[in-house]
């Protein structure tokens, strides 16, 4: 499976649920896709999908396209450091004001999607440790 | 190759093109199309009176245009078929070669290019490389200064069979240079121009060096300049072993500049020798550039025909480096030699003969395995039966997805490879991946974003 199989909604479902960030990591262009032309056909519709996600209130660090080898461990380790220090200096109130912002148009954009529960908030682990 | 043309089932196609390739492993249809030689292949016996006749010379490129060749030829002495070839480009059409031919009547002039198609079960690529002609570095002076050759214009030279009979002379007088310095890596192992190592070039840079002392012993001086001496196959290092022994010069460095002198048209190089640890100078005669193997100038085209894929190199890309060395994510199509890489003429041909056994196996088999997760088309879903759509079958690289007007999307399962691109591509959700499913994929990301999904980064990946 290639990242080409990355859908939209896959994504749009990701925040929805309310996810920090979205990370997609693909072979690098222009030839290094094992399918072919895969991760060039993902970069377009993610593109796309990413302008539209600014658009409607949603911090362009929490949502990437990334070029990672299977070959390169560090700058995957890298990438997500450096993601996830975005996302720190962001903060938490700011990520779940923008969801909530994002959350109706994103569900209307998942109508079509049968079954997509409602975002159930379980206890956070932390939580439930306590 | 006369064994191979010989053998009663093996057809040989030379001159000729291969326009489309359609179908998948067992079923290829290939499209080839023969150019014309204007010689009929089938009457001519290769005796080369019609060569002798002719009146017009040209560069011959199998001499890296040093020699001379008829507008009537053959590809170079051994060439497998024997069969004579005019070079419209040249000829002035004075008909002397048909003279010649006389009653074997084997020229024709409105011969036509020929289409055929071929029906395959499998295909291996074996195109080969290219080597770079270093005209845009200019540290080299190569293609401004007589005396400057690549390597492999050199080889023609020191060949018995070449335009010299296999005398090294310079191009600028015609003398027999006393000095030769030969300089690898140039273009490889260079970060500004091709990264990777070409492998062989080592080996011949020591082969002219001991054939050049060889042929005329302590008369010449030879200088290799080298970054490092790369000799790891079976007998290299000995071969290493007996070029130092013979007094050959060993320079360890890379030449930053070459200046001519306008005078003698001898060449300084400058160098810093690293052993020594301080830049030197040291006039040449001559100079041979060991230059990169790059990809063939085809390939690119070759690449789209087949859909096959390049790494970033340029060279057709394997499906795994070190398990599938040969496959490519085609199944049925194969690499071997250089086309997948550099390489000489030992590991080729190991690669050849795997690759040969490997179409083999596929041909012998009744059936053929496919991987599980291909993609089926929901038939009540798909709009191409109202609206004229088609999105998937140009996302799919593998050309597996045929849309007709009026019908729903078809896809072929034994050309599918499982990438996805038109299940996520579809704007109606009417193709589903076996095995991951939107369902499937949708589950897993609820399940990753259960619980505290604000400090999370979900990550996509391909399974590569």
Not at chain 1, 15 to 37: E, K, N, Q, W
Not at chain 2, 235 to 243: H, L, N, S, T, V
């Amino acid at each position: 499976m290639c990242t080409g199989r990355v859908d939209r909604d896959f994504v749009i479902e990701a925040f929805r649920l309310g996810a920090g960030g979205v990370l997609i990591t693909a072979c690098h262009l222009p030839s290094d896709c094992h399918y072919i032309s895969g991760n060039i056909r993902m970069k377009a519709r993610m593109d796309a999908l990413a302008g539209m996600l600014q658009k409607l209130g949603l911090s362009p660090e929490r949502f990437k396209v990334e070029y990672v080898s299977s070959a390169e461990g560090e700058k995957f380790v890298h990438i997500v450091k450096e993601m996830s220090a975005q996302m720190k200096a962001l903060g938490k109130e700011k990520i779940l004001a923008e969801n909530a912002k994002l959350r109706p148009t994103l569900e209307n954009m998942l109508k079509r999607k049968a079954a997509a529960p409602a975002p159930v908030a379980k206890p956070s682990v932390q939580a439930a440790a306590k | 190759m006369v064994e191979v043309l010989r053998h009663p089932k093996v057809q040989v196609i030379t001159n000729a093109d291969i326009l489309k390739v359609e179908g998948f492993v067992g079923n290829f249809r290939v499209k080839v199309r023969k150019n014309p030689r204007y010689v009929m292949a089938e009457k001519c016996t290769g005796c080369g009176e019609c060569k002798d006749a002719c009146p017009i010379e040209y560069p011959n490129e199998w001499d890296m245009n040093l020699g001379l060749r008829k507008a009537i030829s053959i590809p170079f002495d051994q060439a497998v078929p024997l069969i004579y070839s005019i070079n419209r480009d040249y000829c002035i059409e004075c008909f002397k070669c048909v003279d010649a031919c006389g009653a074997r009547e084997a020229i024709n002039f409105d011969q036509k290019p020929e289409e055929v198609e071929l029906e395959v079960g499998t295909i291996i690529v074996t195109t080969g490389c290219d080597i770079y002609e270093p005209y845009d570095d200019p540290r080299y002076g190569y293609g401004r200064y007589d005396n400057v050759l690549t390597a492999l214009e050199f080889e023609r030279l020191i060949t018995a069979g070449g335009p010299t009979a296999g005398h090294v002379v310079r191009a600028s007088d015609g003398k027999r240079p006393k000095s030769v310095a030969i300089i690898q890596c140039v273009g490889s192992r260079d970060v500004n121009k091709y990264e990777y190592c070409s492998g062989f070039c080592c080996m011949y840079g020591l082969k002219e060096a001991i054939l050049l002392k060889e042929h005329y012993h302590h008369e010449v001086e030879v200088y290799l300049f080298y970054i490092d001496i790369r000799t790891p196959s079976k007998g290299y290092e000995e071969f290493y072993r007996r070029a130092r022994e013979m007094g050959i010069n060993f320079i360890r460095g890379k030449p930053s500049q070459i200046m001519e002198d306008p005078k003698t048209r001898n060449l300084v190089i400058r160098a810093e020798d690293s052993t020594l640890g301080q830049p030197i100078e040291v006039e040449a005669e001559l100079v041979v550039l060991s230059t990169a193997a790059i990809p063939s100038k085809g390939a690119e085209e070759l690449a789209s025909i087949l859909h096959i894929t390049r790494g970033s190199d340029g060279f057709f890309m394997e499906s795994h480096p070190k398990l599938k060395p040969m496959e490519t994510p085609m199944d049925g199509v194969f690499l071997a030699g250089a086309c997948q890489g550099p390489k000489d003429i030992p590991y080729s041909v190991a690669q050849g003969s795997g690759a040969a056994a490997k179409a083999a196996t596929i041909l012998s088999q009744p059936k053929w395995k496919i991987e599980p997760i291909v993609s089926i088309v929901d038939i009540a879903k798909c709009r191409n039966p109202k609206a004229k759509c088609g999105i998937c079958v140009k996302s799919c690289p593998f050309g597996a997805i045929t849309a007709v007007e009026g019908k729903p999307a078809q896809i072929n399962a034994a050309q599918c490879h499982g990438c996805g691109t038109c299940v996520a591509e579809c704007p109606q959700d009417a193709i589903t991946q076996m095995h991951f499913t939107d369902e499937q994929i949708l589950s897993q990301i609820r399940a990753a974003l259960e619980r505290d999904p604000e400090d999370k980064i979900l990550t996509f990946m391909c399974n590569w």
